[in-house]
């Protein structure tokens, strides 16, 4: 698979899944974590997505009909789908919608058959760390709990006080300043000065 990775602002993501087993569960904390809106569809909504119904999460208890997808019928625009029942003819039916329509759509039960495929996530504030392993999960799962072992709430903190000082300067037209700033902070030392706590001293000599 010839991957080509990117972030999509959760906040303006309208995801639909249809599903309401585990696997649906999953996507749904995922995206809502991540600030979208999501609506469920499916026929029997597991006790763990029904959990999940707030202003940002709706559940809907019926069969999918492909009328779901199309933005003459709700109101807004569906950004993605997952599709993610227990059978394979149902999927199928909603990914073909989904493509006809021009979006991103994803197959839980055939990643490969879709148009993108969810990646082992680790986040620490924002830094966010999504691997792929050729359609191992396993092992994207054990690469992603090291890279996380190492890169924990340290790495959080500096990361929003870089954001936090990079705005501050561009706000006030100081982007040379900024500029400075980032080659003196983030250079090859930059891991062992988060990791010794020498960063947040290197830092104040920049607030």
């Known amino acids: ?86 059978r394979a003819d149902v ?13 991103l759509v994803n197959l839980a039960d055939d990643p490969g058959a879709g148009t993108f495929i969810t990646l082992a996530t680790h986040r620490a504030g924002d830094l966010v760390v999504a691997v792929t392993a050729g359609g191992v999960p396993g092992v994207a799962a054990r690469v992603r709990d090291a890279i996380a072992s190492r890169f924990d709430t340290r790495y959080a903190a500096a990361v929003s006080a870089l954001a936090r000082l990079r705005r501050r300067l561009l706000d006030a037209g100081s982007r040379d300043e900024w500029r400075s700033a980032s080659a003196s902070l983030v250079d090859d030392t930059f891991c062992d000065a988060v990791e010794s706590g020498r960063f947040s001293q290197e830092l104040a000599a920049w607030r």
Do not use: H, W
């Not at 999927?91 to 979006?103: E, K, S, Y």
């Open 91 to 103: 999927n199928v039916r909603v990914a073909d919608t989904a493509r006809t329509l021009g979006m």
């Open 1 to 86: 698979m010839s991957a080509y990775p990117i972030a999509l602002d959760g906040a303006r993501v309208d995801a639909v899944i249809v599903g309401g087993g585990n696997v649906a569960e999953r996507k749904a904390r995922a995206l809502l974590n991540a600030g979208a809106r999501v609506r469920i569809i499916a026929v029997e909504p597991g006790a763990g997505v029904r959990a999940l119904g707030s202003e940002r999460c709706t559940i809907e208890a019926r069969p999918f009909a492909p009328a779901d997808l199309s933005p003459n019928v709700v109101p807004g625009r569906t950004t993605l789908v997952v599709a993610a029942t227990d």
